[in-house]
Protein backbone atom coordinates (compact mmCIF):
# COMPACT_ATOMS: atom_id res chain seq x y z
CA UNK A 1 0.00 0.00 0.00
CA UNK A 2 1.14 3.49 -1.39
CA UNK A 3 1.60 5.44 1.96
CA UNK A 4 -0.20 8.90 1.68
CA UNK A 5 -3.09 7.60 -0.70
CA UNK A 6 -6.82 6.64 -0.37
CA UNK A 7 -6.68 3.19 -0.61
CA UNK A 8 -9.09 0.71 -1.90
CA UNK A 9 -10.61 -2.30 -0.14
CA UNK A 10 -11.32 -5.59 -1.47
CA UNK A 11 -13.89 -4.65 -4.21
CA UNK A 12 -11.84 -1.63 -5.46
CA UNK A 13 -13.71 0.61 -3.10
CA UNK A 14 -11.67 3.97 -1.17
CA UNK A 15 -11.36 2.91 2.32
CA UNK A 16 -13.42 4.89 4.09
CA UNK A 17 -12.12 4.94 7.75
CA UNK A 18 -10.65 8.30 8.29
CA UNK A 19 -9.24 8.82 11.99
CA UNK A 20 -9.33 5.62 12.95
CA UNK A 21 -8.26 2.61 14.60
CA UNK A 22 -7.40 -1.05 14.18
CA UNK A 23 -7.90 -3.53 17.01
CA UNK A 24 -7.11 -7.41 16.88
CA UNK A 25 -10.46 -9.34 17.60
CA UNK A 26 -10.10 -13.57 17.51
CA UNK A 27 -7.67 -13.83 14.20
CA UNK A 28 -9.46 -10.67 12.30
CA UNK A 29 -7.91 -7.20 12.06
CA UNK A 30 -10.72 -4.76 12.37
CA UNK A 31 -10.54 -1.06 11.19
CA UNK A 32 -12.88 1.71 12.59
CA UNK A 33 -13.17 5.07 11.09
CA UNK A 34 -15.17 7.88 10.13
CA UNK A 35 -17.21 6.95 6.80
CA UNK A 36 -16.47 10.37 4.77
CA UNK A 37 -17.88 9.24 1.43
CA UNK A 38 -19.92 11.97 0.20
CA UNK A 39 -18.56 15.63 -1.08
CA UNK A 40 -18.16 18.55 1.44
CA UNK A 41 -20.82 20.57 2.52
CA UNK A 42 -21.02 23.32 0.26
CA UNK A 43 -18.25 25.78 1.46
CA UNK A 44 -17.37 24.07 4.42
CA UNK A 45 -14.39 21.63 5.45
CA UNK A 46 -17.08 19.20 6.92
CA UNK A 47 -18.94 16.07 5.42
CA UNK A 48 -22.05 15.02 7.19
CA UNK A 49 -22.02 12.46 9.41
CA UNK A 50 -22.79 8.51 7.61
CA UNK A 51 -21.71 6.72 10.27
CA UNK A 52 -18.67 4.56 11.68
CA UNK A 53 -17.42 2.18 9.02
CA UNK A 54 -16.08 -1.30 9.76
CA UNK A 55 -13.55 -3.33 7.93
CA UNK A 56 -11.31 -6.53 8.65
CA UNK A 57 -8.62 -8.20 7.38
CA UNK A 58 -6.14 -11.08 8.21
CA UNK A 59 -2.82 -9.51 6.57
CA UNK A 60 -3.73 -6.02 7.35
CA UNK A 61 -3.76 -5.12 3.24
CA UNK A 62 -6.50 -6.89 2.18
CA UNK A 63 -9.78 -4.66 3.79
CA UNK A 64 -12.92 -6.71 3.47
CA UNK A 65 -16.19 -4.07 4.09
CA UNK A 66 -18.45 -4.70 7.22
CA UNK A 67 -20.64 -2.18 6.67
CA UNK A 68 -21.45 0.72 9.42
CA UNK A 69 -20.85 -0.26 12.61
CA UNK A 70 -22.72 2.47 13.60
CA UNK A 71 -25.18 4.36 11.33
CA UNK A 72 -25.89 8.37 11.51
CA UNK A 73 -29.68 8.83 11.75
CA UNK A 74 -32.07 11.57 9.78
CA UNK A 75 -34.77 11.14 12.43
CA UNK A 76 -32.34 11.54 15.45
CA UNK A 77 -32.75 14.40 17.88
CA UNK A 78 -29.31 13.74 19.64
CA UNK A 79 -25.63 13.76 17.84
CA UNK A 80 -26.06 10.84 15.42
CA UNK A 81 -27.96 13.05 12.86
CA UNK A 82 -26.00 13.54 9.90
CA UNK A 83 -25.85 17.33 10.77
CA UNK A 84 -23.18 16.81 13.81
CA UNK A 85 -19.96 15.01 14.51
CA UNK A 86 -18.61 11.71 14.78
CA UNK A 87 -15.26 11.62 15.20
CA UNK A 88 -12.07 9.10 16.35
CA UNK A 89 -14.10 6.27 16.94
CA UNK A 90 -11.92 3.23 19.33
CA UNK A 91 -13.99 -0.15 19.78
CA UNK A 92 -12.93 -2.38 23.07
CA UNK A 93 -13.65 -5.89 23.74
CA UNK A 94 -14.94 -6.43 27.51
CA UNK A 95 -14.41 -9.94 28.90
CA UNK A 96 -16.63 -9.36 31.92
CA UNK A 97 -19.88 -8.97 29.94
CA UNK A 98 -18.86 -10.97 26.35
CA UNK A 99 -19.26 -7.71 24.07
CA UNK A 100 -17.65 -4.42 22.71
CA UNK A 101 -17.78 -1.30 23.49
CA UNK A 102 -17.66 1.70 20.82
CA UNK A 103 -16.58 5.67 22.19
CA UNK A 104 -16.07 8.28 20.17
CA UNK A 105 -16.27 11.62 19.66
CA UNK A 106 -19.52 13.49 19.33
CA UNK A 107 -20.11 17.27 18.93
CA UNK A 108 -22.56 19.37 16.62
CA UNK A 109 -21.61 21.24 13.97
CA UNK A 110 -19.87 23.95 15.69
CA UNK A 111 -17.89 21.53 18.46
CA UNK A 112 -19.56 23.31 21.38
CA UNK A 113 -20.85 20.08 22.85
CA UNK A 114 -17.83 18.39 23.38
CA UNK A 115 -19.06 15.29 24.47
CA UNK A 116 -18.24 11.31 23.23
CA UNK A 117 -21.05 8.68 22.63
CA UNK A 118 -20.89 5.13 23.75
CA UNK A 119 -22.20 2.32 22.29
CA UNK A 120 -22.38 -1.33 22.72
CA UNK A 121 -22.40 -4.79 20.59
CA UNK A 122 -21.80 -8.74 21.04
CA UNK A 123 -20.19 -8.78 17.19
CA UNK A 124 -16.94 -6.25 16.50
CA UNK A 125 -18.57 -5.43 13.15
CA UNK A 126 -21.42 -4.05 15.30
CA UNK A 127 -24.06 -2.95 14.66
CA UNK A 128 -23.43 -0.90 17.46
CA UNK A 129 -26.36 -0.43 19.78
CA UNK A 130 -28.27 1.83 22.91
CA UNK A 131 -25.73 4.86 22.35
CA UNK A 132 -25.50 7.36 24.87
CA UNK A 133 -23.90 10.87 25.19
CA UNK A 134 -22.11 11.90 27.49
CA UNK A 135 -19.49 14.34 28.74
CA UNK A 136 -17.21 12.37 31.03
CA UNK A 137 -16.76 13.82 34.70
CA UNK A 138 -18.86 16.86 33.31
CA UNK A 139 -15.50 17.83 31.73
CA UNK A 140 -15.43 18.96 27.82
CA UNK A 141 -14.19 15.83 25.85
CA UNK A 142 -12.93 16.26 22.06
CA UNK A 143 -10.44 14.54 20.45
CA UNK A 144 -10.17 10.83 22.63
CA UNK A 145 -8.47 7.50 22.50
CA UNK A 146 -9.18 4.54 24.84
CA UNK A 147 -6.10 2.57 26.08
CA UNK A 148 -6.72 -1.04 27.64
CA UNK A 149 -4.21 -1.72 30.12
CA UNK A 150 -2.53 -5.07 30.99
CA UNK A 151 -4.46 -5.40 33.89
CA UNK A 152 -7.59 -5.29 32.25
CA UNK A 153 -8.47 -1.66 33.11
CA UNK A 154 -9.23 0.86 30.50
CA UNK A 155 -8.81 4.86 29.70
CA UNK A 156 -10.59 6.94 28.11
CA UNK A 157 -7.87 9.90 26.99
CA UNK A 158 -9.11 13.13 25.80
CA UNK A 159 -8.62 16.68 25.27
CA UNK A 160 -10.01 18.78 27.58
CA UNK A 161 -10.46 22.64 28.98
CA UNK A 162 -11.00 24.05 25.63
CA UNK A 163 -8.53 21.77 23.91
CA UNK A 164 -5.60 22.98 26.34
CA UNK A 165 -4.90 19.55 28.66
CA UNK A 166 -4.91 16.15 28.33
CA UNK A 167 -7.35 14.59 30.58
CA UNK A 168 -7.19 10.48 31.51
CA UNK A 169 -10.65 9.28 32.86
CA UNK A 170 -10.57 5.84 34.61
CA UNK A 171 -13.44 3.26 32.62
CA UNK A 172 -15.44 1.03 34.78
CA UNK A 173 -15.55 -2.93 34.82
CA UNK A 174 -17.58 -3.01 31.85
CA UNK A 175 -16.00 0.15 29.70
CA UNK A 176 -19.71 1.28 29.25
CA UNK A 177 -19.02 5.03 32.05
CA UNK A 178 -16.23 7.10 33.42
CA UNK A 179 -15.82 5.67 37.35
CA UNK A 180 -15.30 9.37 38.37
CA UNK A 181 -11.46 9.23 38.68
CA UNK A 182 -9.39 11.36 36.38
CA UNK A 183 -5.92 12.77 36.85
CA UNK A 184 -4.88 15.36 34.22
CA UNK A 185 -1.63 15.56 31.50
CA UNK A 186 0.34 18.19 29.74
CA UNK A 187 -1.17 20.83 31.62
CA UNK A 188 -1.73 23.71 28.66
CA UNK A 189 0.03 22.31 26.34
CA UNK A 190 -2.54 22.33 23.83
CA UNK A 191 -2.75 18.78 22.44
CA UNK A 192 -5.20 17.08 20.72
CA UNK A 193 -5.66 13.44 18.36
CA UNK A 194 -4.20 11.60 21.51
CA UNK A 195 -2.81 8.05 20.53
CA UNK A 196 -1.52 5.79 23.96
CA UNK A 197 -0.23 2.96 23.86
CA UNK A 198 2.71 1.12 26.45
CA UNK A 199 6.36 -0.93 25.40
CA UNK A 200 7.51 -3.05 28.45
CA UNK A 201 6.61 -0.56 31.17
CA UNK A 202 6.82 2.68 29.65
CA UNK A 203 3.70 4.27 28.48
CA UNK A 204 3.83 6.89 25.25
CA UNK A 205 1.51 9.18 24.55
CA UNK A 206 1.72 10.51 20.63
CA UNK A 207 -0.43 13.68 20.04
CA UNK A 208 -0.51 16.83 17.26
CA UNK A 209 -0.62 20.26 17.71
CA UNK A 210 -4.64 21.96 17.29
CA UNK A 211 -4.46 23.48 13.66
CA UNK A 212 -7.40 21.65 12.88
CA UNK A 213 -7.53 19.90 10.05
CA UNK A 214 -3.93 21.38 8.87
CA UNK A 215 -0.74 19.82 9.99
CA UNK A 216 1.31 20.59 12.66
CA UNK A 217 4.09 18.50 14.35
CA UNK A 218 3.72 15.56 16.39
CA UNK A 219 4.95 15.54 19.73
CA UNK A 220 5.35 12.22 22.31
CA UNK A 221 5.25 11.99 25.94
CA UNK A 222 6.40 9.12 28.50
CA UNK A 223 5.79 8.26 31.54
CA UNK A 224 5.94 5.02 34.16
CA UNK A 225 2.83 5.59 35.48
CA UNK A 226 -0.44 5.80 33.50
CA UNK A 227 -2.05 8.49 35.66
CA UNK A 228 0.69 10.63 36.43
CA UNK A 229 4.37 11.56 35.63
CA UNK A 230 4.12 12.50 31.99
CA UNK A 231 6.50 14.21 30.53
CA UNK A 232 7.01 16.09 26.85
CA UNK A 233 9.90 14.23 24.84
CA UNK A 234 10.08 15.57 21.21
CA UNK A 235 8.73 14.92 17.98
CA UNK A 236 8.89 11.52 16.82
CA UNK A 237 9.02 12.37 13.42
CA UNK A 238 11.76 11.66 10.93
CA UNK A 239 12.49 11.85 6.70
CA UNK A 240 10.64 14.68 4.68
CA UNK A 241 7.99 16.62 5.87
CA UNK A 242 8.70 15.26 10.13
CA UNK A 243 7.90 18.85 11.09
CA UNK A 244 4.20 18.78 9.57
CA UNK A 245 3.77 14.66 10.61
CA UNK A 246 4.90 14.05 7.08
CA UNK A 247 1.28 16.04 6.37
CA UNK A 248 -0.63 14.05 8.16
CA UNK A 249 -2.35 13.61 11.23
CA UNK A 250 -1.61 10.79 13.14
CA UNK A 251 -4.97 8.65 14.60
CA UNK A 252 -4.11 5.35 16.60
CA UNK A 253 -0.61 2.83 17.30
CA UNK A 254 -1.54 -0.97 16.67
CA UNK A 255 0.29 -3.49 17.65
CA UNK A 256 0.80 -6.87 14.94
CA UNK A 257 3.59 -9.72 15.71
CA UNK A 258 5.36 -7.20 18.32
CA UNK A 259 5.38 -4.66 15.60
CA UNK A 260 3.79 -0.84 16.48
CA UNK A 261 2.17 0.47 14.12
CA UNK A 262 1.26 4.29 13.88
CA UNK A 263 -1.89 5.16 11.74
CA UNK A 264 -2.23 8.55 10.05
CA UNK A 265 -4.39 10.40 8.22
CA UNK A 266 -3.86 12.84 5.79
CA UNK A 267 -6.78 15.20 5.45
CA UNK A 268 -7.47 16.93 2.44
CA UNK A 269 -10.35 20.03 4.29
CA UNK A 270 -11.76 20.73 0.86
CA UNK A 271 -12.57 17.28 -0.14
CA UNK A 272 -12.69 15.07 3.30
CA UNK A 273 -13.45 12.00 1.57
CA UNK A 274 -10.30 11.81 -0.79
CA UNK A 275 -7.88 11.56 2.54
CA UNK A 276 -5.17 9.72 2.31
CA UNK A 277 -3.57 6.73 4.84
CA UNK A 278 0.21 6.06 6.22
CA UNK A 279 0.87 3.28 8.41
CA UNK A 280 4.35 3.79 9.56
CA UNK A 281 6.20 1.20 12.30
CA UNK A 282 7.50 2.73 15.30
CA UNK A 283 11.07 2.40 16.64
CA UNK A 284 11.93 2.16 19.99
CA UNK A 285 15.69 3.56 20.23
CA UNK A 286 17.49 3.72 23.79
CA UNK A 287 15.11 6.53 25.75
CA UNK A 288 12.23 7.03 23.33
CA UNK A 289 10.58 6.49 19.90
CA UNK A 290 11.19 7.08 16.62
CA UNK A 291 8.87 7.63 13.56
CA UNK A 292 10.92 7.08 9.98
CA UNK A 293 8.93 8.21 6.52
CA UNK A 294 8.55 5.30 4.12
CA UNK A 295 6.17 4.98 0.90
CA UNK A 296 5.25 1.63 1.38
CA UNK A 297 3.53 -0.03 4.07
C1 LIG B 1 -8.66 18.01 14.19
C2 LIG B 1 -9.17 16.78 14.90
C3 LIG B 1 -10.11 16.02 13.98
C4 LIG B 1 -11.26 16.97 13.57
C5 LIG B 1 -10.69 18.22 12.95
C6 LIG B 1 -11.80 19.23 12.68
O1 LIG B 1 -7.91 17.61 13.07
O2 LIG B 1 -8.10 15.95 15.26
O3 LIG B 1 -10.59 14.87 14.60
O4 LIG B 1 -12.02 17.28 14.71
O5 LIG B 1 -9.73 18.84 13.81
O6 LIG B 1 -11.29 20.46 12.32
Known amino acids: MHNGTLWLDQDGNPIQAHG?????????YYWYGE???ADN???QTRVDVIGIACYSSTDLHTWKYEGLALSADEQADNYLHPSCVCERPKVIYNELNDEYLLWFHADDAQYYYAGVGVARSKH???PFHDVR??????????DMTLFKDQNGKAVLIH????????????????????TGFYTSALIDQEREAPILFKKADTYY???????????NAALYAKSNHLYSGWKLIDNPCSGKNY???FNAQASYVFESDGQYILMLDHWQPDDLQHSGYSFLPITFTEDGIEVIWQDQF
Open 20 to 28: GMIAKFKDR
Open 35 to 37: HKG
Open 41 to 43: CPH
Open 124 to 126: PQG
Open 133 to 142: FMQPNRLDSR
Open 159 to 178: SSNYNKTMVLAELNDAYDDV
Open 205 to 215: MITSGCTGWHP
Open 243 to 245: RKT
